[in-house]
């Protein structure tokens, strides 16, 4: 095992979020295929040497149902966020000067109060003086956009697996919709590629 | 507080999977070998985002197993230094509290990163913020008025900055994707763990930030 990159991009609570339910109902269609399979095969008298039942593992399903439960609590704003609210919210936030990782917590806390803003905000007043009731505004318009999901865990996530690397990135590259593309060909995520730059300002040390 | 790590490792197929698709199979071998597992210095591995290239599976002598180089793209839990993250509160005691996300609780908040002044209650075994208050020692503290006093509660969510995480490699090595999971525990170090901070306005119980006067609410949901 080598460790290529151990930060290559930051993801935003959302998208693991939707990632991990994607999985979670992937898994359920796949056990109750195989549950159905194996009826069937019984009920024709076959005898079943299983031919390949894939073992799912525990600490997949472990990790996974915990996030999920993390991810979706009622304390978290995820509840009300959606793929579409989160780039725009991301959009929104763009004139105010924020640093990546600074725009990735207004994401995942989506701070509503001034208090929840000055934790995240390094020296907010200096910075953003006035503008400080426009941001809590963009925030608090992108939450009440959309109805909260329903938290059973079957939300209808559309076509994730086409967009997932777009998904990955979109937070952090709303200025630069041109560089989007190298993207696309989901082949050149190390730092030598077309959008070093891009993802390289991923860094978190940047500020 | 989660990451993207591009991981390069050699993932071997059994022959029972041979009929199933290659990525899926090779997805499959990954979660298993890393899902739910402390990589030194990366983080908390959650599952596998995707592949990013894969090799040709070569036979090797002795086993029948399908071998591929892959490259991959790991979830990783790994909040950075600084980030502020929601947690609950797990347990306390006389040295700090510990705090949970469910599926990772090695999170501390020690003594010096709680607001001051504060104490620890052994009665409610939870620690309390005395806001405005001139008390410097516990035993002070603990002569305070109980309705002034914030508690911080079990099972309460805090609002906590990441101050610093620490590795610790003891294990014998790696355990082997075909060994599966081990589920003899011993008591040691924890591989991951990571020191949180409250000592902070807007860190701490969220219902204490929530409105505009937060102490007077505070006090009356208490």
């Known amino acids: 095992m080598e460790v290529v990159n151990a930060r290559s991009a930051l993801l935003s609570n959302v998208e693991v979020l939707n990632l991990l339910r994607e ?33 799912i593992s525990e600490n997949l399903r472990t990790v996974e ?9 009622d304390y978290q704003p995820s509840l009300h966020q959606s793929d579409a609210s989160i780039t725009q919210l991301v959009g929104g936030l763009q004139s105010f000067g924020l640093s990546k990782a600074e725009k990735l917590q207004i994401v995942n806390l989506a701070p509503t109060e001034p208090v929840e803003l000055y934790v995240i905000v390094e020296e907010l007043e200096d910075r953003l003086g006035n503008q400080m009731e426009d ?12 109805a909260p999901e329903h938290p ?5 996530v559309p076509e994730v697996k086409q967009t997932r690397d777009e998904d990955a990135v979109e937070v952090y590259e709303e200025a630069d919709q041109e ?29 | 507080m989660f990451v993207l790590s591009i991981i390069k490792d050699t993932i071997a197929i059994l022959p029972a999977n041979f009929g199933v698709p290659p990525a ?16 030194h210095d990366v983080g908390l591995c959650i599952c596998t985002f995707d592949l990013v290239e894969a090799g040709e599976g070569k036979v090797r002598y002795g086993d029948g197993c399908l071998w591929y180089k892959v490259r991959f793209r790991m979830v990783v839990f790994r909040p950075f230094a600084s980030e502020v993250i929601l947690a609950k509160v797990k347990s306390s005691d006389e040295d700090g509290i510990r705090l949970s996300v469910g599926f990772f609780d090695d999170i501390y908040v020690p003594l010096a990163y709680l607001p ?9 075994r939870a620690h309390f913020w005395l806001p405005d208050s001139e008390a410097t020692t516990a035993h002070e503290l603990l002569e305070s008025a109980t309705a002034d006093r914030m508690y911080i509660d079990q099972g309460e969510v805090v609002r906590v900055r990441i101050e610093a995480d620490e590795f610790y490699d003891d294990e014998p090595g790696p355990p082997k994707a075909s060994e599966g999971i081990a589920v003899k525990r011993e008591a040691r170090r924890a591989p991951y763990s990571m020191i949180c901070s409250i000592a902070e306005q807007g860190l701490g119980p ?16 208490e």
């Not at chain 1, 941001?135 to 959309?146: D, G, I, P, T």
């Not at chain 1, 059973?152 to 209808?156: D, E, F, I, S």
């Open chain 1, 152 to 156: 059973n865990g079957t939300v209808v």
């Open chain 1, 179 to 207: 560089t989007w593309g190298y993207d696309a060909n989901a082949m050149e995520f190390d730092d030598t590629g077309e959008g070093a730059g891009v993802e390289g300002d991923l860094d978190v040390d940047d500020d």
């Open chain 2, 206 to 221: 969220v219902p204490w930030w929530k409105s505009a006067q937060p102490d007077g609410d505070a006090m009356e949901a």
């Open chain 1, 135 to 146: 941001l809590l505004a963009a925030v608090s318009k992108s939450l009440n956009e959309r």
């Open chain 2, 24 to 39: 899926q199979a090779l997805i499959s071998e990954i979660n298993k070998k890393y899902a739910n597992r402390v990589l």
């Open chain 2, 116 to 124: 001051q002044p504060s104490a620890f209650d052994p009665n409610e």
């Open chain 1, 65 to 73: 149902l915990e996030a999920i439960q993390y991810l979706s609590a």
């Open chain 1, 23 to 55: 999985l979670d109902a992937e898994h359920i269609a796949r056990t109750k295929t195989a549950i159905r399979v194996k009826k069937e095969e019984e009920a024709a008298g076959k005898n079943s040497h299983d031919t390949h039942t894939e073992e």
